[in-house]
């Protein structure tokens, strides 16, 4: 069975530092890994991964994926209290529907 | 352009009723999807439509739950006779056109918040 784990479930952090997310999988034929973030209701996307070790980067978000050791990990640098959300992490593999962890909720506090 | 919408925004039904929920997707997205989030836990596939088909109804919970749709755009999601356990937040995501071997991101709607009473 396929399996996305994401740690830590919830993290609380002071305006500035930086963070680091992580999600594990299990996935038969692996397409890709994506991440969101999720704030009231609709998910909104960040990135999506499909190469090893070629890092994604939007302003203060990154994101790498190591298809050898299956994890990703998110980083936020400079955190904002706008930062603060649950952090969805998903994979897709031969099929078509995404695969989620619980998230990570983040608290980022001024 | 527009994003994916959907309706209600919320619905409160009593038990037993029967509840459609609208999504309508990004123009020239084929690919719908369906999923479930409900209280502490992650977001839980439901059902996948390629155009008016739907080749993946792994999801769906029980026979009370049926999707449609029409037009290779809007799409229904019907809950029959609902139940308490029934009560989540109903996510819709649309995306573009799938190559064979690569893969779409997924945008979602603002979802449906549903309550069963």
């Known amino acids: ?7 830590p479930l919830s993290l609380v952090v002071h305006e500035g530092d930086t963070v680091t997310l992580n999600c594990s999988y299990e996935v038969t034929n ?3 890994l994506l991440w969101y973030k999720q704030e009231k209701k609709a998910p909104t996307f960040l990135f999506m991964l499909t190469s090893s070790g ?9 994101s790498i994926l190591d298809k050898k050791e299956l994890f990703s990990i998110l980083n ?9 959300a649950i952090y969805l992490c998903a994979v897709v593999n031969s099929g078509y529907a995404l695969n989620f962890g619980k998230g990570t909720s983040l608290l980022v506090t001024p | 352009g527009a994003g994916v919408s959907q309706s209600p925004s919320n619905k409160v039904t009593e038990k037993g009723k029967d509840v459609e929920l609208r999504c309508d997707p990004i123009s020239g997205h084929t690919a719908l999807y369906w999923y479930r989030q409900s209280l502490g836990q992650g977001l839980e596939f439901l059902i996948y439509f390629q155009g008016n088909s ?21 799409s229904t999601l ?19 056109p799938r190559l064979a071997g690569g ?15």
């Not at chain 1, 069975?1 to 740690?7: A, G, I, L, M, P």
């Not at chain 1, 070629?54 to 990154?62: D, F």
């Not at chain 2, 739907?54 to 809007?74: I, N, Q, Y």
């Not at chain 2, 893969?103 to 009473?117: I, K």
């Open chain 2, 54 to 74: 739907a080749p993946d109804k792994s999801g769906l919970p029980s026979d009370r739950f049926s999707a449609e749709r029409t037009g290779g755009s809007v």
């Open chain 1, 54 to 62: 070629i890092e994604k980067k939007s302003g203060r978000l990154s």
């Open chain 1, 30 to 32: 692996f397409r890709s």
């Open chain 1, 1 to 7: 069975e396929d399996k996305v784990v994401q740690s």
């Open chain 2, 78 to 96: 019907t809950i029959q006779r609902t139940q308490q356990e029934d009560s989540a937040v109903y996510l819709c995501a649309s995306s573009p």
């Open chain 1, 76 to 84: 936020i640098t400079a955190t904002q209290t706008g930062d603060s």
């Open chain 2, 103 to 117: 893969a779409y991101e997924q945008y979602f709607g603002p979802g449906t918040r549903l309550t069963v009473t």
